[in-house]
């Protein structure tokens, strides 16, 4: 494990931001404690905190089908990294216009890999993506 200090990166959970991202170290408590750190998404300085310490809203995880929801101790990630581990299919691009379905890996460009977790109906798709579910449009 590399040594943390001023100016490294490091995941922390962002209360602005609502997610576990990338921020830079910007003060230390101790030689190996970490004191504020600066997101890389919204700027925001704040404490650091320990993602793996932070739990899931219920209104991010409320919307999981029976097969995937998991304990409200779980993170969105755990359950993302969990997914595409076992995934068997391969990536596909996204495109509004692609036909998807449960359990396809998608690379969206923005959002990067994501698990189709539910088909919500005709034209959308709910997908885990790392830090957020989002709902996108498919079969247009």
């Not at 959970?13 to 004191?35: E, F, P």
């Not at 925001?44 to 219920?58: E, F, G, L």
Request: charged share 25%; with cysteine.
């Amino acid at each position: 494990m590399s040594k943390v200090s001023v100016g490294k990166e490091v995941l922390s959970y962002c209360n602005k931001c609502k997610l576990t991202l990338a921020h830079i170290i910007v003060t230390m408590k101790t030689n190996s404690s970490i004191g504020k750190v600066e997101c890389k998404t919204c700027n925001a300085t704040h404490a650091y905190k320990d993602p793996s310490a932070v739990k899931a809203t219920k209104s991010k995880t409320s919307g999981l089908s029976k097969k995937t929801r998991k304990s409200s101790s779980d993170s969105i990630s755990d359950m993302w990294l969990e997914m595409i581990s076992k995934a068997t299919s391969q990536s596909q691009k996204y495109s509004p216009k692609s036909v998807f379905k449960v359990g396809d890996i998608i690379d969206h460009t923005k959002f990067g890999p994501g698990f189709v977790d539910k088909c919500i109906d005709q034209d959308k798709i709910q997908v885990i993506f790392r830090h957020d579910i989002k709902t996108l449009i498919h079969n247009r």
